[in-house]
C-alpha cells in the first residue's frame, strides 16, 4: 500500500469516526430533549432570560433543541452564556445523570467536530498537492 492509499483510507476513516461522533452527539441531545426541558424550563424558561418571540419559537419540537443546547452549555460551561442567564445557575436544578450527559454531550461534539474539521483540511492539502501543484 503506497503512502496515497494510506492517507486516503485513514482520512475516511477518520471523517466515518467523526460522523458517528455526531450521531451519538445527536442522539444525546435528543435525550437531552426529554429530560432538562421538565427539570430547568419552570425556572430559566421565562421573559427573564428569553425574549416572547423566543419563548414561542423554541417551545415546537426542531428548534427546542436549540433551547436544550443553550441549557447543556449552561450546565457544562457556566460563563459562556452570562450575558443571557446572568448568575442563574441550572447545576444544582438537575439530576447527576444529566449533569453527566451534558458534559458528555459537549466532549463529543468537540472531538466529532475537530475529526470532521480534520478530515475537511487534509482532504483539502491533498487535493491542493495533487490537481493544482502536481507534487504526487
Known amino acids: ?36 426541558p421538565r427539570c430547568l424550563d419552570k425556572h430559566l424558561y421565562n421573559e427573564n432570560y428569553f425574549t416572547p418571540q423566543e419563548l414561542s419559537m423554541f417551545s415546537n419540537f426542531p428548534l427546542s433543541l436549540l433551547k436544550t443546547l443553550a441549557y447543556i452549555r449552561l450546565i457544562s460551561f457556566p460563563n459562556s452564556l452570562r450575558k443571557r442567564f446572568g448568575n442563574a445557575t441550572a447545576r444544582d436544578k438537575i439530576s447527576m445523570v444529566d449533569l453527566f450527559l451534558s458534559h458528555l454531550t459537549m466532549a463529543v461534539f468537540a472531538v466529532g467536530t475537530l475529526i470532521v474539521l480534520n478530515f475537511l483540511i487534509a482532504m483539502t492539502l491533498n487535493y491542493l498537492r495533487l490537481e493544482v501543484f502536481g507534487i504526487g
Do not use: A
Open 1 to 36: 500500500m503506497s503512502f496515497q492509499d494510506y492517507f486516503v483510507v485513514t482520512g475516511y476513516t477518520f471523517f466515518f469516526l467523526g460522523l458517528f461522533l455526531l450521531v451519538i452527539m445527536v442522539v444525546l441531545l435528543l435525550l437531552q430533549n426529554l429530560t432538562l
